[in-house]
């Protein structure tokens, strides 16, 4: 028996759903409001900003006759979604040549799924101040809409909750995805994606893709909450224990060291690792070697 039915948050099944247009279009229609009537698939696979950053991010890159269409899901909270929103339009402009006139670049649009607690209303706020900021920095030529899942799913008998309910399926149990699939199976525009949601869990091939991308996933938030809970206070304590700043610092180092080690038994990238430790790429070698020696 299968533990839990798996739904469009994780890359293959996201892929899988929204590779197909008639119901990318749809998505936008009832989600972004957003009318589009034809699209041409540029990169169906990841676009990353670091291409050995596997973690949590899926986009497609999207082009119509008016815009180009970066549509992107975030599972983490990684802290620099503004950085990369304004980075992902900038390098599309830089690699494109828009001949005698300027008139020929097309605007960029940038959708985001996110599938975190935005926290605090300081923080959902930033969010919107986000999407105001791009248009008017850059007017129609990068503009940003953002979609929050668990948002939605506090917004019930909703078009957007009972797309948020299909995202996070795997969230739920067995049962509980079982009678959300069949209550929306009685709309016939979900019926096509659901059957699809079916055979992509039926398979044992894709179901086993899928429970990867889960632990991936899952692997990625334990070294995350690593970071945040254990670095710093370990740090701070055994850097107060020597009673100096250089013990503060060198118990800093200590668990930033165990931290990297840890993730390199776990198989993380190297450049993952360089980004959700803040360390060097010297020190992480440093490690391997150390490691590789015990």
Known sequence: MQEKIYGIKYDPSFKNIFSNEKYLIMFFSDIFHEKICSIQ????ESIKENKNMRYGICDLLLETNQEIIIFELQNLDLKNLSQRMAVYPARIYASR????????????????????PHGSPQVLKQY???EIQMGEEFGRYADVSIWNIQEALKQKDTIDYKYAQLFNLSDYSVHESIKILQVLKNENKFRPIIEKIELYNQDLESYQQLKEAESMQMTFDEATAMIKLD?????IQKGEKRGEKRGLKRGKLDEQVRIIKNML?????????????????????????ELSKS
């Open 97 to 116: 040549n828009p001949g005698k006139h300027y008139r020929n670049v097309k605007p960029i649009k940038v959708f985001i799924i996110l599938n975190y």
């Open 128 to 130: 919107r101040q986000l």
């Open 41 to 44: 698939y540029r990169n169906k």
């Open 231 to 235: 670095a710093l206070n370990m740090g």
């Open 265 to 289: 038994l776990k198989d993380f990238p190297v450049q993952a690792i360089m980004e959700i430790a803040n360390a060097s790429e010297q020190l992480i070698y440093k490690c391997q070697k």
